[in-house]
């Protein structure tokens, strides 16, 4: 469903993707390896809880999240990883660690790391640690208008 409803909104959209399969991945390192995309070009999607919120922060598989960093960027009380309990309801018909980063389609504010928005085109996880979707960033930033934040 989640990935399907992801689909849909791009086809609505008409853009035009591409969703490869490659072998089992599970690291956002990993993934953009076996799909051959730089790990600064893939997004992995970290899911954090923002003053009580559920958020997605979108950064390279290159980069870590600094938690303190992105709350002080959003000028928030705290920022935390969410627990896949916390998520998992939002993207049913995905792997855990595989949800693509359009948290705009499921009720969640998206922010996204200046590095990743460098980038011409994009990969990230297309719900399961076999697939991967790409697109251009342009595209990701125009239908998710995700919030740049350091972090």
Known sequence: MSMERVK???DENGVKYVIEQHSPAYT???VAEAAHVPGRH????VM????????LAVLPATDRVDLRKLAQSLGAHSVELAEEADFSE??????PGAMPPFGNLF????????HLAE???IAFSAGSHREVMQLPYGVFERLV???EVAM
């Open 145 to 147: 208008k995700p919030a």
């Open 90 to 95: 939002r993207f049913p018909d995905c792997e």
């Open 8 to 10: 849909r909104f791009l």
């Open 119 to 121: 980038a011409d085109l």
């Open 28 to 30: 956002a390192q990993e």
């Open 42 to 45: 893939f997004a992995k999607s």
């Open 48 to 55: 954090v809880i923002v003053d009580g919120r559920l958020a």
């Open 107 to 114: 009720d969640m504010e998206v922010f996204v790391s200046p």
